[in-house]
């Protein structure tokens, strides 16, 4: 039985037809300020908490979080999970696969429920596959022998990942660093020219969050940084490197005053939007939201994060044209990525696929072929 902490205002749930269909009733929200109560459905616990600490990942909240604001937005968002739910249990009834098709990427479009995430995520990246074609293999990269440099780089950086998780502190059973240290580890050994790149923990430290197992969560690091973004954690990065100029090109074509006001300031993109591609909205985006957009990722593939980018700049362009300098750039930057509209990650979502228009593969493996070949140009 899987549980999840949820934090809501005011909520009943009436049984409708034998379907679980959650409404709203106007209840005043102090007289459930402490209140918890659970609803199971399908084997799924949903606890409802009204002013927890943690948000249902593990992340503490800062203290000056705004609880009356997330309370209206999850009396509105549980609707839409729920529904999800619904519609995921049924399917996804008795199959341990899915297989790519029009309506599952309808779906995915629209939130994986998060006790499907791990499956869906694995059967559309590959990734399952490549753990049946190689059994045992992961267990081998942890039994073989450790390249001292590799094991103290990632030791370095285990403490720095998610301090604000408590998964990921060693007085939590079970503690996730050492799942995380073994990941990292196994996929250093993997792939040697990659190795072990800052970003990379953040990645398979929310992939042990959502799948709770090392070997998915290693096969799916591999479809990522293999397939999904190639070059983006190599040591010459020329992936990354690449896929931010091809950014400033479709910011050129489709939001052309914010390229003008990047190239009177001589920004260079590098400077704004480098963590965004390289840590994929961790740590950038609220929790929810990042999820919703590695549901797409994973599916979708690298495009996704384009989209993201673009209707950032879009829906902020405004603020972006009031800058009057660099560092006002780099502010304007800073502030697009917070607020009501990456909150509300199912209207985001919706945003993505609408805001920046039409962008298809095709373009963007010719400006990532013009972009790559500028940059090595310069690098020679």
């Known amino acids: 039985m899987q549980i999840y902490t949820l934090c809501v205002r005011r909520f009943i749930t009436p049984y409708c037809n034998s379907k679980f269909v959650p409404t709203q009733e106007v209840f005043s929200s102090h007289l459930f300020a402490q209140l918890l ?56 009834r008795g199959k341990g696969k899915v297989q790519k098709n029009v309506k599952l990427k309808r779906y995915v479009r629209k939130g994986i429920p998060n006790e499907h995430r791990a499956l869906v995520w694995m059967a559309a990246s590959g990734a399952q596959d490549q753990l049946e074609k190689n059994p045992g ?19 370095t950086d285990l403490h720095r990942t998610f301090p604000d998780n408590v998964h990921f502190r060693k007085t939590s059973n079970p503690c996730l660093q050492k799942a995380l240290y073994n990941v990292l580890l196994a996929y250093g050994h993997h792939n040697p020219a990659v ?23 290693f096969w799916l690091m591999d479809a990522l940084l293999g397939k999904i973004l190639p070059d983006y954690y190599t040591p010459a990065m020329l992936g990354l490197k690449a896929d931010q100029e091809v ?5 050129k074509v489709k939001t052309p005053r914010v390229w003008q006001v990047m190239s009177d300031h001589n920004v260079m993109w590098t400077l704004v939007v480098s963590r ?21 990722l994973f599916y979708e593939g690298s495009k996704i994060l384009f989209r993201v980018a673009l209707t950032l700049i879009h829906h902020n362009q405004a603020l972006i044209e009031k800058a009057q300098s660099l560092p006002d750039v780099c502010q304007a930057f800073k502030e697009i990525v917070r607020g009501p509209l990456v909150d509300e990650c199912h209207t985001f979502m919706q945003k993505i696929f609408s805001e920046p228009g039409s962008l298809s593969m095709a373009t963007l493996t010719k400006l990532r072929t013009t972009c790559r070949a500028r940059i090595v140009a310069e690098e020679s």
């Open 37 to 92: 109560f659970q609803i199971v459905f399908n084997d799924i616990v949903f606890v409802f908490s009204f002013q927890s600490r943690l948000d249902p990942y593990g992340f503490e909240r800062s203290v000056d979080f705004d609880y009356a604001s997330y309370e209206e937005l999850m009396s509105e968002y549980l609707v839409v999970l729920t529904r999800r739910s619904i519609k995921w249990s049924k399917l996804l």
């Open 137 to 155: 293999y992961y267990q081998s990269m942890l039994e073989a022998q450790h390249d001292p440099k590799l094991v103290e780089t990632i030791r």
């Open 195 to 217: 190795g072990y790149c800052q970003g990379m923990n953040f990645i398979a430290g929310y992939l042990l969050i959502i799948t709770k197992d090392e070997e998915k969560s």
């Open 247 to 251: 950014l400033g090109e479709l910011v």
């Open 276 to 296: 965004w591609f390289i840590c994929l909205y961790i740590d950038i985006l609220p929790v929810e939201t990042v999820l919703r957009i590695w549901d797409c």
